[in-house]
């Protein structure tokens, strides 16, 4: 093979990890799922926010804006001076471009938020395309909660851009009915030296497809991503996350972790970590757990990592997927504690130890009364006395 179509061979395989981002749908083609990134997905199930057909139908939006914070609706041209970063597949293209404009929520320079910023989106039916973007000023600090609900066919662009030496806590909730859709893209731009913690909470909906990206402005960003995800009888719950450490002493870590129940119940976790050249002095890990509780799931783990420099303070990646820990269940049972009860226990202590990291009571609680309503509607309730 000559040089040139080695040279080739490298881009085309550096294409499939890494789509080039663009605001054009047309830079983004139907995808028939032999592509790297899409072969996953159910792209018949997806197929309504991978048509480009138009839609009146939108989310009930509702918000809670803490002083210093604030919102404005921005036109589609001027939505896009203010992202972290251009569309990276077909469904976010999509959403940006007949989003009829994006929501801007802004929290002002220095400030300090005393309570979060509450956003809820509730779905009402039919195809939505929605693009919503995050600004946080320079050395402010404050937490940014999302939550979805209700039904619909959802496509979105999210775009949080931090500032420098910045503070920032940023959950979205998918707490979907059943029949739901949600595909998207949420791209973070991190500041110099500022601080990043994510958390994501994936429940309901019949198909969720999440992208995450993250790139840095500057040296001594330090974002951190937790991720949570509960998938039931025929659901489809894929998060892929990409991590670009573009700039030199950034740190890096993500962690998600997820439980699987039923026939046809599929998870789809896929983390990818890039160490540029210039990007000396950084360090990353990326983790991701699955916990199988039946028969007839399916869970696809995929870490990747590409290293471009070796002066680097470390990096690394796990994945794990296994059943039941039979000595867990035998040492509570043992304890008069029905199998059931002792399933829910084992399922809650594996999400309540990442959940509890995330730092923000609040949320905490959140995440964790959000999941123990999905045990409970599977599980049981817990036992009196428990």
Known sequence: MSALNVAEAVETVASHLHPVASWDVA??????????VWRFTPLRRLRPLLTEAP????????????????????????????????????????????????RVIEIAPNA????????????QGGVVWGHTIVRVGAHASG????????????????????????????????????????????????????????AALSLGGDIIRLADTASYDGPGGDLQQFGVYLVNAG?????????????????????????????????????????????EGISTYESNKN??????????????????????????????????????????MSRGISEAEARRLVVHGFFADIIRRIGVPEVEERMLAAVEKELASTLGTPEVGQ
Not at 260 to 275: C, K, M, P, T, Y
Request: charged residues 20%; hydrophobic residues 40%.
């Open 291 to 332: 916990l199988v509780l039946t028969d007839g799931c399916r869970a696809d783990s995929v870490p990747n990592l590409e290293i471009e420099t070796g002066e680097i303070e470390g990096a690394g990646h796990s994945s794990s997927t296994g059943r039941f820990d039979d000595e867990q269940l035998f040492y509570l």
């Open 112 to 123: 300090e938020l005393a309570e979060p910023v509450t956003i809820t989106l509730t779905g």
């Open 235 to 279: 659901q489809h719950i894929e998060h892929r996350l990409f991590v670009d450490h573009n700039a030199p002493r950034t740190k890096s870590l993500v962690d998600y972790r997820g439980a699987l129940q039923g026939e046809g119940a599929h998870s789809v976790w896929v983390g990818d970590v890039l160490i540029r050249h210039v990007a």
């Open 55 to 102: 839609s009146d139908a939108t989310l009930a939006w509702s918000e809670h804006l803490p002083a210093g914070a604030t919102s404005r609706t921005v036109t589609v041209r001027e939505a896009r001076l203010l992202t972290a970063e251009a569309p990276i597949d077909r469904v976010s293209a999509l959403a940006a471009a007949h989003s009829g404009g994006a």
């Open 27 to 36: 830079d983004h083609p139907m995808p028939t799922g032999l592509e790297e």
């Open 143 to 198: 937490t940014v909660i999302v939550r979805h609900e209700g039904s619909a066919h959802y496509a979105a662009k999210v775009d949080v851009v931090v500032g420098e030496g910045a503070h920032l806590t940023y959950v979205a909730l998918q707490d979907w009915e059943a029949d739901a859709v949600h595909g998207g893209q949420t791209s973070f731009r991190l500041g110099r030296d500022s601080q990043v913690r994510t």
